[in-house]
């Protein structure tokens, strides 16, 4: 299947890669803020970019193609809606997670609440986030490595994890989240030309027919509309309906945290001022909702007039394990079916999603066990040479973990549906300490807690049913959901309000530090200006309108190529336009936002 061609960009690819790493570590093991964070200096092109490479891992395409496979494209919007949160990171969060000047969001525990709680929640999650929630983010990903292995190299899995791991590993530890960042952007490229070239031969395959023949086959009527059957009940609510009314704002998901967070915060905090890290949010944003999915999206289409089914999968390739015969695996099948020089490419840029999300995950999975529980609780002392040294280790450690995930997992679909469930219910509240000073360390507590317990009971003890199950509504993924959403949030506003909160003097070092905006600070405010402090200004209204304006921007832009894809020039025009009218507004809007650099 490889040829000379192909073998030689695969290596150039792997020196060029291996030489940024190795470039980054004169300034990655200066200090732990360099290692970490990239000293605090990088601008919002660079940032966005990296912010884009990294959720576009080696699994998304595949989770992209289980889900138009079985749900069809209007299937996307279990992820769609996250630009709701996404946008409100963009104007609301960006500039106070950067004013927080912490080493990483979990940091913020120990400003925003105060006394054994605070400490414990920031202890606590950095390994329940930097080990649990990431090794299982990094399976994932890994999966999707294995069964590229397989598929286009003929690889066991163990050889694969074993293959994969290596480079990244390397460059994740010599060049920290500098190297990380740099590698991103070169690497986000490739992953964009092999996407797209992937596309185009997808669709000039014979049994396609081009963009007329996708359009017009029948095995795919009723897969390419945008939304679901609105008489359907039965998908309406699941991929639809709770993703858009409730999910957004109710649920915890890596790279979509209410409130911002994890990965995104730690570019956030990476950028020279409040207003790059703002640029840096958009930027990732729009290229993340708006311009990648369509390339993804039309191999997916491809992928069911050439493989109908799983046994015909099964046929083409019959050395494929059935542990890993699933809908994803559609992906990888369609690359085997570029010619020789391309096949090299779109590898390669398999191999770029894969090495720029892992890296990502790596440093900062890194960063929130070194920084908040190595240094925080173990050796508060340490150096910035041991902090350094440390994190290098964890590189190690936490690969080596996510690849007994990876061997374990099926499909991504199995592990996205797993995060959502652990993460339902405790979404509001970060969202909600932003904005509302009765917030308090106990809240946060009880919702991590309860929310883990009841995705325990739903998904290891009760059970999801199986597409081909007659099932009782509660082994229904999307009532787990629901039922888990209104569990947790239940426990913990019970607690907030019977938990004692926290003092005065905590609450206002944090409006001072960040100065949040909004009605839920009123009391705060209202303390600090009788004690002489100036008023705390903020813009809430103009970000409120900001993130709107953005929603319909980038969703307009989303559904406008989506349009000229499939050749409707009338609904592309008004999607363009709705998408070049939001766009004119928000950079009229933007110049209005108050930032430390144009106060």
Not at 172 to 183: C, E, F, M, S
Not at 286 to 300: D, E, G, K, S, T
Not at 317 to 333: C, E, G, M, R, T
Not at 442 to 469: C, H, N, Q, R
């Amino acid at each position: 299947m490889f040829q000379t061609i192909d073998w030689l960009i695969l290596i150039s690819f792997f020196i060029i890669v291996m030489g940024i790493g190795i470039r980054a570590s004169r300034l990655a093991g200066k200090n732990a803020s360099e290692f970490f964070l990239s000293g605090r200096n990088m601008p919002w092109w660079l940032l966005g970019v990296s912010m884009v490479a990294c959720t576009f891992s080696a699994d998304t395409p595949n989770l992209v193609t289980d889900i138009v496979r079985t749900n069809g494209v209007a299937g996307n919007w279990v992820w769609w809606a996250f630009l709701l949160t996404g946008m409100l990171t963009v104007f609301v969060y960006a500039k106070l997670w950067r004013r927080s000047e912490v080493m990483t969001d979990l940091e913020i525990y120990e400003i925003r609440y105060s006394g054994k709680m605070a400490s414990f929640l920031r202890g606590f999650r950095s390994i329940y986030l930097g080990l649990f929630f990431n090794i299982m983010i990094m399976g994932t990903v890994s999966l999707a490595a294995i069964k590229i292995g397989e598929v286009m190299f003929g690889l066991d899995k163990y050889t694969t994890i074993m293959l994969a791991s290596f480079a990244v590993v390397i460059y994740a530890t010599l060049g920290g989240l500098r190297g990380v960042i740099w590698a991103d952007f070169f690497q986000f490229g490739i992953a964009m030309v092999g996407a797209v070239a992937a596309a185009v031969i997808a669709l000039n395959h014979p049994e396609v027919g081009g963009f007329k023949g996708l359009i017009t086959h029948e095995a795919i009527q009723g897969k390419m509309n945008f939304l679901p059957d609105f008489s359907d009940t039965a998908m309406l609510i699941p991929i639809f309906v709770i993703p858009l009314a409730v999910q957004w704002w109710s649920v915890w998901y890596p790279g979509a945290e209410p409130g911002g967070g994890g990965y995104i915060a730690q570019r956030m905090l990476s950028a020279k001022d409040e207003k790059n890290a703002i640029g840096a949010t958009l930027f990732f944003n729009i290229a993340h909702y708006a311009l990648r999915p369509w390339p993804w999206i039309i191999v997916a289409l491809c992928s069911i007039i050439i493989f109908p089914e799983l046994s015909d999968i099964r046929a083409q390739f019959p050395n494929i394990s059935s542990q890993y015969l699933k809908h994803d695996i559609a992906y990888p099948v369609m690359m085997t079916l570029l010619p020789k020089g391309l096949f090299g490419l779109v590898v390669a840029s398999l191999v770029a999603a894969y090495m720029s999300t892992i890296g990502t995950h790596l440093n900062w999975g890194a960063s929130y066990v070194v920084n908040d529980f190595y240094k925080r609780f173990i050796k508060p002392d340490a150096t910035d040479r041991q902090m350094v040294s440390m994190g290098r280790m964890l590189t190690v450690v936490l690969m080596i973990l996510a690849a007994i995930v990876a061997l374990w997992l099926q499909n991504a679909k199995q592990a996205f549906d797993i995060l959502l469930q652990i993460g339902a219910g405790t979404g509001l509240i970060f969202i909600l300490r932003w904005f509302w000073w009765r917030i308090n360390a106990y809240t946060e507590i009880t919702a991590m807690v309860v929310s883990f317990i009841v995705a325990i009971v739903f998904k290891l003890i009760i059970g999801v049913a199986g597409p081909d199950e007659v099932a009782v509504w509660y082994r229904v993924a999307h009532w787990q959901l629901l039922l888990g959403i209104g569990i947790t949030t239940f426990a913990w506003l019970a607690v907030t309000f019977l938990a004692k909160p926290e003092d005065d003097d905590t609450l206002k070092r944090f409006v001072k530090l960040t100065r949040p905006g909004g009605p839920g600070w009123k009391r705060i405010n209202a303390l600090l200006e009788a004690e002489g402090h100036p008023p705390v200004e903020h813009q809430l209204p103009l970000e409120i309108l900001c993130m709107t304006v953005g929603v319909f921007t980038v969703y307009g832009a989303l559904f406008a190529t989506g349009f000229w894809v499939y050749g409707n020039t009338m609904p592309a025009i008004v999607c363009s336009a709705i998408a070049a009218t939001g766009g004119f507004f928000l950079f009229k809007f933007f110049g209005k936002l108050k930032t430390d650099g144009n106060r």
